[in-house]
């Protein structure tokens, strides 16, 4: 069993250059049934069709890079822009009110009075790691879309 990541990558070794690569992968696109995409020089970002859309459905990001003999292209799942901003907005509060609940339930323990601000380290792990199970769902929901996405890619650089 592999571990969970929270914004799976991965690498593809092409025997291309890669703008010809990319080319191609522009090209193949515009006749794709199983997912539509957007790709400005080296940089693609490929996602499902909208009637497949969901909130946990993937974006496929793919850059490609000079390597070796041919081409590298770098992949990375995450999902939707808007969902992605909401996780970190969410981290960074849940890791924002941690850092006020400690720093006031120390003032609290130093001046001697009953530290319960110091509540907020437990229901602060629970809350993150709440966030991280719902990733995981997140990404069990859309395991089928990552691996139609990984095909398409790779069928669109042939």
Known sequence: MTTPKIRPRFTIEVDADPDVLMDRLRENLKQCPCCTGVS????????VPGHEQRVWSPWLSVTTEEG????????RFAPHPSVWTLYLFLTFALGFALLVGISWGYAQWVME????????LPGAIILGGLLFL??????RLGAEQMVQLRAALEELTR
């Open 40 to 47: 400005v020089g080296r940089h693609a970002e490929l996602f």
């Open 68 to 75: 070796g003999d041919g081409a590298v292209l770098k992949g």
């Open 113 to 120: 009075q009953t530290p319960w601000a110091l509540l907020s």
């Open 134 to 139: 719902a990733s995981v769902l997140g990404q």
